[in-house]
């Protein structure tokens, strides 16, 4: 018999081309605590393909430094220009696949859905979704970067959501390994 774990950790990226925004999430029972936020930098790159490399290692670099069980991401939104869609799948991608690398499960978020969550209103804007987690995670400063507060915004859109990172009826498996672990009765 396994005991549920408590407490998890949830970090939440919101992927960018220019600038990456994250927060991580102590989530121990209904109650969330701020573990950090911040950005990565990544306008000083001149070519697509070193971004995608500092985002992969700055997620790493993320995952080992505070060991979440999941992570939470914010899916791209459809704009008007394709080649920024792209490049912010990219992007995304390459957040994703840090944590598949490291076995941590993945789980996307609409923007609206994120907003929703955070304020009750889909439509809000980034300084309304700042100024409600400062109130709901008790924290004073405000980033320079309101990417960081978007970050934050996804962990905790995904606390809300009470998504469990185990649970026999609906577990999400980050590879095979996983499943092949907590599945051994139906190998052959």
Same mark, same amino acid.
């Given at each position: ?5 408590? =407490? ?6 919101? /992927? ?8 991580? %999430? $102590? ?26 490399? *500092? %985002? ?5 670099? *993320?995952?080992? #430094? ?5 992570? +939470? %991401? ?11 869609? @792209?490049? @912010?799948?990219?992007?995304?991608? %390459?957040?994703?696949? +840090?944590? *598949?690398?490291?076995?941590? /499960?993945?789980? =996307?978020? #609409? ?15 980034? =300084?309304?979704?700042? +100024?409600?987690?400062?109130? !709901? !995670? ?5 980033? =320079?970067? !309101?990417? +960081?507060?978007?970050?934050? #915004?996804?962990? !905790? $859109? ?5 998504? /469990? ?24």
């Amino acid at each position: 018999m396994s005991i549920e774990k408590k =407490e998890r950790v949830i970090l939440g990226i919101d /992927p960018g081309t220019s600038v990456m925004g994250y927060g991580v %999430i $102590c989530e121990n029972g209904s109650k969330n605590t701020l573990q950090s936020l911040g950005i990565v930098k990544l306008d000083h790159l001149n070519d697509h393909f070193s971004k995608l490399r *500092l %985002i992969f290692e700055k997620t790493v670099g *993320l995952i080992d #430094a505070y060991h979440p069980d999941v992570l +939470a %991401i914010e899916a791209p939104f459809y704009g008007k220009n394709i080649q920024v869609l @792209l490049k @912010l799948g990219r992007a995304q991608g %390459i957040a994703m696949a +840090a944590a *598949l690398s490291r076995d941590i /499960p993945v789980f =996307e978020y #609409a923007p609206r859905k994120i907003k929703q969550s955070i304020t009750g209103n889909g439509n809000a804007t980034k =300084e309304q979704v700042a +100024a409600m987690l400062q109130r !709901l !995670l008790n924290f004073k400063e405000t980033p =320079e970067f !309101l990417d +960081a507060t978007d970050g934050l #915004a996804v962990a !905790l $859109c995904h606390a809300f959501q009470r998504t /469990p990172t185990s649970s026999s009826s609906s577990k999400s498996y980050a590879g095979w390994s996983g499943f092949v672990r907590d599945n051994k009765s139906r190998l052959k």
